[in-house]
């Protein structure tokens, strides 16, 4: 294995450690990086807390492959788990973490949400629609679905659909028009032939504004190659519930979609359902957590001169606390 993607410069990483950092700064914390990716942020958080232990998911065996011999050096203190996230409450029940089996729980927890750096570099996984390329995407190679069986066996209407809803394209029903024509003639085998079919169906106004236009089918095709959203609709109350008292959790999204996830997720856990009018909070209805950042924390120009792929994220970050609330109401929410 080389070093190629060693370089990789992790997303918000300083900050990502600074709201983390009250979390594991005890003997025998736990982190879990629940998109373990080329394992940039695990790094860092084995760097900077002697003291912590990584439990590292993901689905991807060749991010198992890098991040393992990138972090071999911190031996034991580091955990592999081959899962995606939404398998973290099993994995965390199988060593023995889980709150809800009678463990610990964990300190602290990462999303870093969408496709890795990893994944758009390996041209033959189909990710990037710069280059032609196998039309796979998918993030578990094991996985039975590809990005080729969705394009050359999907209705209109569910083509359309995954369109317009994962992508935003709002030329999404010509787009399925134009699929299933071409594909009677030929099934899509590669990236470079779509692509091709995008530049001719999508006008050439819309084509100049809003970046490349293959880049909405692309996510697209990703997301419901992958499962992405429901994934992630199963895996953020998991993540929340693994967190021990004082625990941390941060998310990095890169569009609207997920961070709708995540920001209604919070949103239920920061509020109290105390009836209307009274001026504290009943037993056992208050907020559980409370937010770290201020609605969504976006990167600065510094960043993103040093990481183009910072650009879009969102961070949300969050604490679990003590007890329920009991003190007088909070407004606070997920905004």
Known sequence: MSDEFFGHVPVLATRVRELLAPALQH???VYVDATLGAGGHSELILESFPQARVVGLDRDNDAHAIAGERLARFGERFIPVHTRYDGMADALDELGLSLASGGPG???ILFDLGVSSMQLDRVERGFAYSVDAPLDMRMNADDPLTAADVLNTYSHGDLARILQRYGDE???GKIASAVLKEREKEPFTTSGRLVELLYATIPAPARRTGG???KRTFQ??????NAELASLEAAVPQGLDALAPDGRIVFLSYQSLEDRIVKAALAERTRSTTPAGLPVDLPGTGATFELLTRGAERATDD?????QRAAPVRMRAARRLDTPTDRTRSTRSAR
């Open 170 to 172: 709002r030329f999404a």
């Open 212 to 214: 490349h236009p293959a």
């Open 303 to 307: 960043e993103i001169a040093e990481n």
């Open 106 to 108: 964990v300190d602290a």
């Open 220 to 225: 697209a095709l990703r997301i419901e190659v």
């Open 27 to 29: 003997d025998g914390a």
